[in-house]
């Protein structure tokens, strides 16, 4: 029999589950507002124990509709193959390795390079941030530190004990649509076969390769394999989701300025909107994802529900004051419509229902999010507020 203790807990979770309900729609607005809790046969999920069928229903419903069904894992035969080893570089803070994947498919081979900072001084394993690198790789994560850039500032986050990782997402698949002849779609895909409407493009592609890079993370001696944080700037931030959504060796899931089909709620959105994007990049989804374009209010499931299926596992959500196509509120309100979740599990997911100043993160769930004054970038600032919250949630 359950015990009186245990009766005030269950009824202290169903009140916050609806409080947080209710506080999604005074900030949302959106009366049709998909709920992540309730399943496809129209059945609402009320224990932990059930969430991993209904996270598993979410998945699938972005798999098929927006980002696209990969045909491979890690491949068979991929080789993982350490090209450098230095140590003490960084006046003797670091160590660092570069590595090459290799693999291959029908299509003829492929491979990425990865760069890892690791902190040497360190009494156990440390968690590790891998950053999915959407801007040039020379001037963004160069490995000899002779150009260091506040978009992976790897000297700061090695001070505050973390390893640092990097690829670079055209390494995966370069960013143009060439009918997905190149990159891992021309590997992995069936020669000659035409594509399904569902088929990966090229944001899956690059979620691919952040798990490849995974792979080759928990092989590597000083990593924590069970605090790995995955990172994406605006189309990186899109890919870090759905990474996080699919692999669950993601401990904490990082969305920076993701706006559009990342964070941003798609109902009432500002900016950038789906039809807008399925036009500038008609690579990035699958065929299905373009009958949705001009019917945001019909679709099936909204953004907060691709932030709800990481749960219980860790998500931050990173916005910018100036950066309007994304529309900072819209992410903020997607945080919130995701956190009832996590009160299946007995935890706390989002705690804010007032759209915050800028620079006052929020820190005490287990979604993290912060408002930076200035443009769509990912900075120092930013960063060190992951490393804050990761010191704070990624035990």
Known sequence: ?????????????????????????????????????????????????????????????????????????RPDGMTITITEAASGVMGGLADRRQLRLGWKGPGGDGGMNLVLF??????????????????????????????????????????????????????????????????????????????????????????????????????????????????????????????????????????????????AISRGKEGERIAKINTSFPHWFTTTYKQWNEREDQLPFDQHELIASIAPRLVYVASATEDTWADPKAEFRACIAAAPVWALFGQSGFTATTFPAPEAPIHDGRIGYHLRTGKHDLTEYDWLRFADFADRQMK
């Not at 209710?22 to 607005?29: E, I, K, M, Q, R």
């Not at 049709?32 to 229903?57: H, I, N, Y």
């Not at 998945?59 to 509709?65: A, I, N, P």
């Open 118 to 263: 690791v902190p040497t001084k360190r009494d156990k394993p440390v968690g590790c941030f891998l950053l999915i690198c959407n801007r040039p790789a020379d001037k963004h994560i160069d490995p000899t530190r002779e150009i260091r850039s506040p978009f992976w500032p790897v000297e700061q986050m090695i001070a505050r004990g973390y390893a640092m990782a990097a690829f670079y997402n055209d390494d995966i698949d370069p960013d143009k649509d060439d009918g997905f002849k190149n990159g891992v779609h021309g590997v992995f895909d069936e020669p000659g076969k035409p594509r399904a409407d569902d088929a990966w493009g090229t944001i899956a592609a690059w979620a691919w390769g952040a798990s490849r890079a995974i792979d080759a993370l928990i092989e590597q001696p000083g990593i924590d394999a069970k605090r790995i944080a995955v990172v994406g700037h605006s189309r990186g931030g899109k890919t870090a989701l759905w990474c996080g959504a699919q692999d669950e060796r993601v401990a904490l899931t990082v969305a920076n300025n993701s706006g559009c089909t990342g964070a």
């Open 1 to 73: 029999m359950r015990t009186v203790l245990q009766l005030q807990l269950q009824l202290l979770l169903q009140l916050q589950l609806l409080l947080l309900a209710l506080a999604s729609f005074a900030v949302s607005g959106e009366s049709a507002l998909p709920d992540p809790l309730v399943a496809s046969d129209g059945k609402r999920v009320a224990s932990a124990a059930e969430w991993p069928a209904r996270r598993a229903e979410l998945v699938e419903l972005f798999r098929h509709h927006v980002y696209g069904r990969a045909p491979v894992g």
